[in-house]
């Protein structure tokens, strides 16, 4: 998966994927991953999730831009993560912190 926010454009990391960086990069864990993709926070995180898997991100800080968006990454993340709702902008525009739980660690 390309990371849809680069898609079409020149760029290096618009051929690359977040979790072939974190292993590249040797990374034991990341302590905030910060995404604000434009309504591909789903693909991103997904991407991230499962491509390196044992590399713990401890706080996911997300911008979302539809509710639809709010609602699966919410659904998706529970399991794993503690999740605040930060801000609401609009309807539709917030901010959300997912907070890895310590079993999970």
Do not use: W
Not at 37 to 63: K, M, Q, Y
């Amino acid at each position: 998966m390309i990371l849809s926010v680069l898609e079409g454009r020149d760029h290096p990391l618009a051929k690359a994927r977040l979790s072939g960086e974190i292993m590249r990069l040797q990374l034991p864990s990341v302590d905030l991953l910060k995404v604000d993709a434009e309504s591909a926070e789903p693909e991103i995180l997904h991407e991230v999730l499962t491509g390196a898997p044992e590399v713990p991100i401890r706080n996911i800080f997300v911008e979302y831009h539809a509710i639809a968006v709010r609602k699966y990454l919410t659904e998706e993340l529970r399991p794993k993560y503690d999740v605040h709702l930060c801000s609401v902008a609009t309807d539709r525009q917030g901010t959300l912190l997912f907070v890895l739980k310590d079993s999970a660690r």
